[in-house]
């Protein structure tokens, strides 16, 4: 097994508490009630318990209501992790440590696949919170009024703030460990997590994967329904070409990787952040406006974007409070169990972004002028 668990994998799976010796190569089970902390099986109900909503979700949405850019979201967020993920996790299977490297390990968790380097609620984690951020939009009206392009910005935005809550503390936790000594990858960062991340799995993914998956499956003027074949070739192509896209993305900080440019990296990824931001808050306050406006199409309102993304938050902020004390009792950034701490400040700037959204769609499915029988 030595060949799936190099010194860098080793080292930080004994930073996790476990080894990545002797692991199975297909799938693990553990007892959830003995994992490192008690935060772990609360993490993976409301992740891997949000992706059977939503896929229930989408699956009515396709059969009930016509529309199939839900269901094929749901599977395209699957094939963009099979392809993303197993290079992250092995470098030199795919010959990329020269020039990726490995970036972080996962925790074990109750269920794991690929030699324990992939936790199943991981699986479940971006068919949900894709699933969440695609419903938040479409329920604001971004993609009726303003397009699958803006829609997708609007996305990407949500999914900033949702993702970052979770990114900034996970470290903490232990959920995943991110290797410091690879600073070509994860340099550089904002408290323990690297802005490469923050940028590009956190936004540039969902927004790619959203635009690819409702320019090629949504409604469109001229084209009838298509079939179900349709429908599974064109979401393999959505999910398979998210990855090209966030290597464009990733060409401007890209090209002052390493060196003496960390600051002007640094410089690029905090503007294309902002960039995102901005972008996010207007497309916010816009859809905020339209709800008050009488001409204000009808939007569908599932219980799934009146639900899910609430829970999401309200979860997330109680395993927040948990980390506070050794977050405040942290020394130079690492806590007495020698964990790296994440950014209070922007998580919390996230949460209340994430907290507004969750405001406007209530506001706008509340509304006695779009008022329509309860979808699930």
């Known amino acids: 097994m030595g060949y799936s668990c190099d010194a860098a994998a080793e080292r930080l799976a004994e930073r996790l508490g476990h080894s990545c010796h002797h692991a199975e190569p297909i799938v693990d089970v553990r007892n959830p009630f003995g994992l490192e902390n008690a935060t772990m099986p609360f993490l993976e109900l409301l992740v891997i318990g949000g992706a059977v909503f939503a896929l229930i979700h989408a699956w009515r949405r396709w059969r009930r209501d016509g529309d199939p850019v839900n269901i094929s979201l749901w599977f395209a967020s699957i094939v963009y992790l099979a392809v993303i993920e197993p290079p992250l996790y092995f470098p030199d299977w795919f010959g990329l440590q020269e020039h990726v490297g490995l970036i972080f390990s996962h925790n074990v968790f109750t269920v794991q696949f690929m030699y324990d380097r992939l936790p199943l609620y991981i699986v479940a984690f971006y068919p949900a919170l894709s699933q969440l951020a695609y419903e938040v939009i479409r329920a604001l009206g971004v993609f009726v009024r303003r397009g699958p392009l803006a829609g997708s910005l609007a996305v990407a935005f949500t999914c900033q703030a949702f993702y970052e809550i979770f990114d900034q503390l996970g470290p903490q936790l232990r959920w995943w460990a991110w290797n410091t000594d690879n600073e070509m990858i994860n340099a550089p960062a904002l408290a323990s997590v690297p802005m490469n991340s923050m940028f590009l799995f956190a936004s540039v993914s969902f927004g790619a994967l959203t635009y690819l ?132 400040w922007y998580a919390a700037l996230c949460a209340l972004a994430a907290a507004g959204l969750i405001a406007a769609v209530l506001r706008a499915t509340t509304s006695k002028k779009i008022r329509e029988p309860v979808r699930s």
Do not use: C
């Open 213 to 344: 998956v409702t320019l090629l499956t949504g409604t469109k003027r001229g084209r009838g329904p298509l079939t179900g074949r349709q429908i599974s070739l064109r979401t393999l192509a959505a999910g398979a070409l998210t990855p090209l896209a966030m290597a464009v993305a990733g060409l401007p900080s890209n090209l002052f990787r390493g060196g003496d440019h960390l600051g002007i990296q640094q410089a690029i990824l905090t503007t294309e952040l902002a960039l995102v931001w901005i972008a996010g808050l207007i497309l916010l306050a816009d859809a905020w406006r339209a709800a008050s406006r009488a001409d204000q199409p009808p939007v569908p309102s599932p219980q799934f974007a009146r639900i899910y993304p609430a829970l999401y938050l309200g979860v997330h902020m109680v395993l927040w409070l948990i980390a506070l004390p050794a977050y405040f009792a942290a020394d130079d950034g690492i806590t007495e169990q020698g964990t790296p701490v994440g950014s209070l």
